[in-house]
C-alpha cells in the first residue's frame, strides 16, 4: 500500500493538522523539512515529535495517543524510597546537557537508537536559545542517570533518559516532577505509552485531549523552572 505524506516546506515551519495524520502506522503526520530551532519549536507547541532512523528521511508524529505524566501523579514505589534513602547522589538540572543527549543515544547503541548526530546537533540548538532542557543524577562525580526533553510553557516534552545505575533515570524523573511543579508545571508528555512509564504514574490520553490542554499550556510562563542548580541532594537526607 502506498502513504501520501505531505512534504514540508524549507521556508515555512507550519504542519498540518493533527487530525491529518495515519492511523496506520499510528501517529505518522509529515516528512522533510529540517531540525531548525525554529521548525522543532513549531512542532513541539503543535503536539508533534520527529523521529526517525539513521536512514530514514525526516518523518513527523502525532500519535493517536499520548502518555502523559501529571507530576504530582509520580508513582513513588517503597522500593524506589527505600533506594533512595540508601544512595548517595545528587540531581541537577541543565549542568550537562551534552553528556546527558550523549549517554541516551550510547546506552541504546548506534543500531537501537534515533538519536542521530543530527539530532544531537539540532536538541544542543534547543538547548542553547532556552528551549530544551536536561535533568542529570551524580554519583560523587560521576554522571550516573538523566533525561532531557523541550519546555513547552506548562508542559515538559520528555524525550529520553537513561541510567547507568539501578534506578538513575527514575531518580531524576521523580525529583524533577518535584520540581516542575513546584514552578507551575503541569504535564510531563511521555510521547508513547509503555508498561514503564505506566508504572511511574503515566495515563494514556486521547489526542484530542493532549491537544487541548497543550494549547491551554504551551503559553504560560513558569518560575526558575529550568535555572542550572541542584533540585535533589540525597546525601544531606543522611546526614
Known amino acids: 500500500m502506498t502513504l501520501f505524506l505531505p512534504p514540508l516546506a524549507a521556508d515555512d515551519f507550519r504542519f498540518p493538522p493533527v487530525s491529518d495524520a495515519l492511523a496506520h502506522p499510528d501517529g505518522l503526520l509529515a516528512i522533510g523539512g529540517d531540525l531548525s530551532a525554529a521548525r522543532l519549536m513549531s ?14 528521511p525526516l518523518l513527523w508524529w502525532s500519535p493517536s495517543e499520548r502518555a502523559i505524566i501529571r507530576p504530582s501523579d509520580f508513582h513513588v514505589s517503597r522500593s524506589l524510597r527505600k533506594a533512595a534513602r540508601k544512595s548517595q547522589v545528587t540531581v541537577t538540572i541543565n549542568h ?3 553528556a546527558v543527549i550523549h549517554q541516551c543515544a550510547a546506552i541504546r547503541g548506534p543500531e537501537q537508537t534515533w538519536i542521530t548526530d543530527q539530532m544531537r546537533e539540532a536538541y544542543l540548538a534547543l538547548h542553547q536559545q532556552h528551549d530544551a532542557h536536561s535533568v542529570e543524577v551524580w554519583q560523587e562525580d560521576q554522571l550516573v542517570g538523566g533525561l532531557y526533553g523541550v519546555a513547552v510553557g506548562q508542559f ?5 533518559m537513561f541510567s547507568l545505575i539501578d534506578n538513575g533515570s527514575k531518580f531524576a524523573l521523580w525529583q524533577f516532577c518535584h ?12 510521547q508513547m505509552m509503555t ?10 490520553w486521547p489526542r484530542d485531549e493532549f491537544i487541548h ?20 541532594d540525597f546525601r544531606e537526607r543522611q546526614s
Open 96 to 98: 550537562a546537557f551534552e
Open 156 to 160: 515538559f516534552c520528555g524525550e529520553s
Open 43 to 56: 512542532a513541539y507547541r503543535s503536539g508533534i515529535f520527529p523521529w526517525f532512523g539513521e536512514e530514514d
Open 213 to 232: 490542554a497543550l494549547y491551554a499550556a504551551r503559553d504560560t510562563r513558569l518560575k526558575a523552572a529550568y535555572m542550572p542548580h541542584v533540585i535533589a
Open 195 to 204: 508498561p514503564h512509564l505506566a508504572s511511574l504514574g503515566a495515563t494514556a
Open 179 to 190: 520540581h516542575f511543579q513546584a514552578q507551575g508545571g503541569q504535564y510531563i508528555d511521555c
